[in-house]
């Protein structure tokens, strides 16, 4: 038996009270984490490295152990060390502690390690995925889901393919790493698990055709942005040029990437895009990403309609890009019933370039212009419309102002651009601004508001000039310009190879999303010379599809159970429909007005909020079949979409265009004698309670213009998890309706407030008649 260890006197009692009470003291001091600036040049020549020096510096100032209790534990380690931005360390302090290390030999300087907010990719952040809360940690980064890009390839040696922290590949996986021009098995890992390359249908039609980069090396960029959009692993300090500086990271980033190149410079053939789709899932992976798409097919032509419906029967989620022919009504393609198709948006993030008048004044425009130099105070010329090149080659060094008075700003850059100017102010409300830009020479591009007080100034002033500097980025710009706003060049439907299901379903970031770029691929050309860039800035739809497939491989990691439409209907019922100053989400491609669901979908991605949705729209092959009964697809049209045979269904038992989708589209559109007449549709839909147990939910409809819309019943009552209701929602109007679009919405909203499952209801006189039909 140990013995105990007893005082001798008085003083050595109080000195063990006094120890005692220091070490509680040490128990539950306050530790925060501080950078600790050092003078390399004072370090002792005893230590060989600084590393040692720190470590025993800090051991120093340690004068009692740190206990470690349940709620925290704090090490006594350097967390790091530094050495090339700066010397010195980084630890956890108390109070006391950091006065000590203050006293050091070598001491510089010190200061607390403050939260720092990164912006590259911005959409994570825009979309409030974090790590503190929600779907990131809910489902631990998308681990383990795969995730299958078919596009134009990929760029292995790009830091968003690190597979640094990543466990095992998957046991389930069956793909391989496919060797070619450039590409070898061992450039795939453990996050580029497989690569594979399909080129024999584009052989087939182009015979004599020489394919440069006969591999999955991606040289055109695409599937590189696009796969590491969904799934790139955290890159630390990357930028376009300056703009944008932060953190690159997917949707998923602790998800593993599959490629399969499919798209080529040369050229791309559905046959190719099927072979693709069909070893992705033979391979086993559990997301699909399509940034592609075929317009004015119907059905039973279409690659990815073909493909994806075998996907979805594997249970796999597939998403897919709407197109970029908007704004008008009926552009879409990829209107697939079994797919998540994708309309595109805006976030909260501005790349500037500055103009400071010589009276002092200061606006920011849009810029892109990437090389880092800036004019100063160079004399200003107005040049009204820039439509002259011969004037434009004499100006000399001098800023060029451009008034877009009609849409053509794209001209006026291209005049600027073949002139001899030191740089260009261009004065616009395009909506296509962002495509330009990227110039290749000093260019600004500044709103009518901001534009008329430069003209002012011209004016007022004999002498007027200006500086300008580039590369500056700004965040969280609610005020003057909120997001997310539809993208004008978004694809709206209603969908012409489907019209019975309304599409798009939802928006994501599409709008200059940056991403992994080959290194070898021209990022911009300035017209002097090409530059290049790891990471690139690009816009549409195909960003925004690669996004949903990061988001649904985080849904698919919490609720591997959950089917595709399960998945589709969570996305789609708790997506956002205000921006971020709480205003409804406006249509840039519509003068600006509250978007519609033909645009949007059902609004804005919100992915933490679809970990938890309460209900859903669950839906099966059965159902789609119906659905393809009842468009008149003849037996063969049908097997070639499902592969059953007509012996395998019954078209004349349940045909219904009414399937049970997480949104609602009526046509009024009869045009005869008795327009006026009022006619009613009807719709059933059929929610899944996935919430805990029993819960109540009350219908609220907000109302639409022209239509009376009604649902009954009122109330669902569930009275345990996984338990159906049903209910009907009956649309009154005329058989023509006035307007060419109504919309509103209808929210089962639980008794408590936990849940609100919305679901957009459209109303339109726009053509139903799908492709392919009569």
């Known amino acids: ?166 466990g095992e590949i998957p046991s389930r996986w069956k793909g391989e790493c496919m060797e070619g021009t450039e590409f070898n098995s061992s450039m795939c890992n453990k996050k580029l698990i497989g690569a594979k390359f399909f080129n024999k249908g584009l052989i087939s039609n182009m015979p004599n055709i020489t394919i440069t980069m006969n591999s999955t090396r991606d040289n055109d960029g695409h599937g590189t942005h696009t796969s590491s959009t969904a799934a790139g692993s955290f890159v630390e300090g990357v930028s376009y040029f300056g703009y944008a500086n932060g953190t690159a990271k997917g949707m998923a980033p602790m998800a593993r990437v599959a490629m399969y190149k499919a798209l080529w410079e040369e050229g791309a053939f559905s046959s190719d895009i099927i072979a693709a789709i069909d070893q992705a899932i033979a391979d086993g992976v559990d997301v699909i990403s399509l940034s592609l798409g075929i317009d004015g097919i119907p059905l039973y032509e279409d690659p990815v309609a073909i493909a994806t419906f075998a996907a979805m029967e594997k249970g796999i989620f597939v998403a897919t890009s709407a197109g970029n022919e908007g704004p008008w009504f009926g552009t879409l393609h990829n209107g697939i019933p079994w797919v998540l198709t994708v309309s595109a948006g805006t976030i909260d993030r501005e790349f500037n370039g500055v103009v400071t008048l010589s009276n002092g004044v200061t606006i920011f425009g849009s810029s892109l212009y990437s090389l880092n130099s800036s004019l100063s105070k160079a004399p200003l010329m107005f040049m009204n419309t820039c439509n002259s090149t011969k004037d434009l080659k004499e100006v000399g ?64 002033n004999s002498d007027p000039s200006a500086s300008l500097q580039f590369q500056k980025t700004r965040l969280g710009r609610r005020r003057n310009k909120p997001a997310p706003r539809v993208a004008d060049y978004s694809s709206r439907g209603p969908s012409h190879s489907c019209p019975f299901v309304l599409k798009p379903d939802i928006m994501a970031p599409g709008t200059l999303v940056l991403a992994a770029w080959p290194r070898t691929t021209v990022a911009l050309d300035t017209g002097s010379r090409l530059l290049y860039n790891d990471y690139n800035l690009l816009s549409g739809t195909s960003m925004s599809c690669p996004q949903m497939a990061g988001i649904g491989a985080l849904l698919k990691g919490v609720h591997p159970e959950w089917s595709a439409a399960a998945i589709r209907s969570a996305l789609m019922t708790t997506a956002d429909t205000l921006d971020n100053s709480n205003s409804f989400i406006k249509d840039i491609g519509d003068s600006y007005q509250p978007a519609s669901p033909l645009a949007m979908g059902s609004g804005h991605v919100n992915p933490n909020k679809a970990m938890d949705p309460g209900l859903i729209y669950d839906t099966n092959a059965e159902d789609y079949v119906n659905l393809l009964c009842s468009m008149n697809f003849t037996s063969k049209q049908i097997q070639t979409i499902t592969r059953r045979s007509s012996s395998s269904y019954n078209c004349s038992k349940n045909p219904s265009l009414d399937i049970n989708y997480p949104s609602f589209i009526a046509f009024f559109n009869v045009n005869d004698s008795s327009s006026d007449t009022k006619i009613v549709q009807e719709f059933k839909r059929t929610v899944t309670n996935v919430g805990n147990g029993a819960s109540t939910y009350t219908a609220k409809l907000t109302p639409m213009d022209g239509i009376q819309v009604t649902v009954t019943p009122g109330t669902l009552v569930f009275k345990e998890k996984y338990e159906k209701q049903s209910f009907k929602v009956s649309l009154e109007g005329p058989k023509m309706m006035k307007q060419v679009v109504a919309h509103c919405a209808l929210s089962w909203v639980e008794v408590g407030g936990k849940y609100v499952v919305r679901s957009p209801i459209v109303a339109t006189r726009l053509s139903s008649v799908p492709l392919g039909t009569s």
């Open 1 to 166: 038996m140990a013995a105990a260890i007893a005082p001798t006197s008085s003083t050595s009692l109080c000195l063990f009270f006094i120890t005692i009470l220091h070490l509680f003291t040490s128990m539950w001091a306050k530790y925060d984490t501080y950078i600790v600036h050092m003078d390399l040049s004072a370090m002792p020549k005893d230590f060989s490295d600084h590393h040692n020096w720190y470590a025993s510096a800090l051991s120093s100032v340690r004068h009692y152990p740190q206990i470690s209790t349940t709620a925290t534990t704090h090490s006594t380690d350097i967390i790091y060390t530094y050495s090339n931005v700066m010397h010195g360390f980084s630890a956890s302090l108390s109070l006391s502690e950091l006065k000590s290390v203050g006293n050091l030999p070598g001491f510089v300087s010190s200061y607390r390690d403050l939260p720092v907010r990164v912006d590259t990719t911005r959409a994570p952040q825009f979309l409030n995925l974090n790590s503190n809360y929600g779907a990131w940690p809910t489902s631990n980064y998308g681990e383990d889901v795969i995730i299958g890009v078919v596009d134009t390839g990929v760029w292995p040696e790009s830091k968003s393919y690190s597979d640094e922290g990543l």
């Open 397 to 460: 060094y001098k800023i060029v102002v451009c008034v877009d008075t009609d849409d053509s700003v794209g001209g006026q850059v291209d005049n600027v651009n073949n002139g001899n100017v030191a740089g260009g102010l261009f004065i616009s409300n395009s909506t296509l601004i962002d495509f330009f830009l990227e110039s290749s020479f000093p260019a600004v591009f500044i709103n009518p508001k901001d534009g008329q007080s430069i003209l002012n100034y011209m004016k007022m």
